[in-house]
């Protein structure tokens, strides 16, 4: 058996930054995975930080390369009835966003760990979690164990670390929408010069990007889509018709990736259970039209760390205690703000011209409206509201 004062299971951007906040405070850990490094380093997700977020980053000494290729962003442009108008986020708040890839912030952090020598597992098999509720809890991996004083459940929405705690210690809310994006990644230099998310009698587009010569781009498809059925050409005449503009033209390229990501909102109260902390999707989903999983993923280890390491230096478990509270009144702001723009976005299912009049006020108002527009952008750009 070996032992650690934090035992950290998966390693995203949840486990990867605790770790290395807790690194940056002397707390010892050791990051548990059970993909490979190679899974981790590749799979494509979010690709907008938060202004807070990056800070975060930079104050762990992860975000070099970040500050580097990242590309800021004052604004985002809402498109709806023919016509684009711009949402000046950095004018209203004070605060932009960061384009910069999720898949990249996982290889910083990996790479910082590795330099640092500390414990980081990949490939590890049969994870489990045991004796949470007493003060040595244990992870159990092939014929390994590892206890801890604390365990943090940073390993997703199927992972182990919600499924370990008892019956009826959780209460759980969820809602399943009944569309889902169907995502491209092409070799392209974007058409755009900030994000557009665009509403269409035809459904829901959002033109992103990742880069220079790469551009990341949603069409908004039934929830169990086969992507099959969808070529590069239709793919790009779905875009066009969908995102055109007299004027402007969305150019084509190579398309490089191509999947179908189903829509849920989902919350576990409460976010912990004896000494096991869940953080990331492990505790909660939202829906990407809000660009808030990663961030609050950020944002629970930053509430998760600095309760730890009080722990650790006064002996008082005081915010340990509060960090389901805490880390909740955020989770549940970002719920709704991610609920409210897939709604005013999206093509419902079974809608009716009534439904598609109220969406178009809505935006109409957003557009107008330098209060509802500030509202949008303190949501988007995740002032501390709460």
């Known amino acids: 058996m070996t032992r650690t004062q934090v035992g950290i299971v998966g390693a995203g ?6 770790g290395r906040l807790l690194e940056q405070a002397g707390v010892e850990t050791v990051i548990l995975e059970n993909r490979s490094r190679e899974y981790c380093e590749h799979r494509i997700r979010a690709g907008v930080l938060e202004q807070r977020t990056i800070d975060l980053l930079r104050d762990a000494g992860v975000a070099g390369r970040a500050d580097r290729e990242g590309i800021v962003h004052g604004g985002i442009h809402l498109q709806f009835a023919g016509e684009r108008h711009h949402v000046p986020m950095h004018e209203l708040t004070g605060r932009s966003i960061v384009i910069y890839g999720q898949t990249e912030v996982v290889k910083d952090l990996i790479a910082a760990r590795l330099e640092s020598g500390l414990p980081l597992l990949f490939e590890v ?40 705690i008892p019956g009826g210690v959780l209460r759980t809310f969820e809602r399943e929408y009944p569309f889902g994006w169907l995502g491209i990644l092409a070799q392209v230099a974007p058409s755009m010069d900030e994000l557009v998310y665009a509403h269409h009698e035809r459904g829901f587009a959002l033109l992103s990007l990742r880069g220079p010569e790469l551009s990341r781009y949603y069409v908004q498809v039934a929830h169990d ?9 239709r793919v790009w005449e779905e875009l066009q018709a969908r ?22 909102s989902f919350v576990a ?16 989903i939202v ?33 340990l205690d509060a960090y389901s509270r805490d ?20 093509l419902l299912p079974g809608g009716d011209p ?21 509202g949008l952008a303190e949501n988007y750009v995740g002032l501390d509201l709460v």
């Not at 098999?125 to 604390?150: A, K």
């Not at 995102?243 to 849920?264: D, N």
Request: include cysteine; aromatic fraction near 8%; glycine fraction near 10%.
């Open 13 to 18: 951007p949840a486990g990867l930054t605790l």
């Open 125 to 164: 098999e049969d994870v489990s979690v045991h004796e949470l509720d007493s003060d040595r809890p244990r992870i159990r991996f092939g014929r390994e164990e590892l206890e801890c004083d604390f365990v943090a459940g940073c390993d997703g929405f199927h992972g182990v670390c919600r499924d370990s």
């Open 225 to 233: 889509e086969d992507v099959d059925g969808w070529s590069d050409e």
């Open 243 to 264: 995102t055109g503009l007299e004027g402007w033209t969305l150019h084509e390229g190579p398309v490089l990736e191509k999947g179908v990501t189903g829509m849920r």
């Open 269 to 284: 109260e409460p976010m912990q259970y004896g000494r096991l902390f869940l953080a990331g999707d492990a505790a909660h």
């Open 287 to 319: 829906p990407p039209t809000g660009a808030k999983g990663l961030n609050l993923a950020i944002a629970d280890v930053r509430v998760l760390a600095e309760a730890l390491v009080h722990h650790y230096r006064t002996g008082s478990g005081e915010l």
């Open 327 to 346: 880390c909740l009144r955020r989770v549940w702001r970002a719920e709704h703000f991610s609920w409210w723009m897939t709604s005013m976005l999206h």
């Open 354 to 374: 009534f439904d598609l009049k109220l969406q178009l006020s809505q935006l109409r108002y957003v557009t107008t409206s330098e209060a509802a527009a500030r």
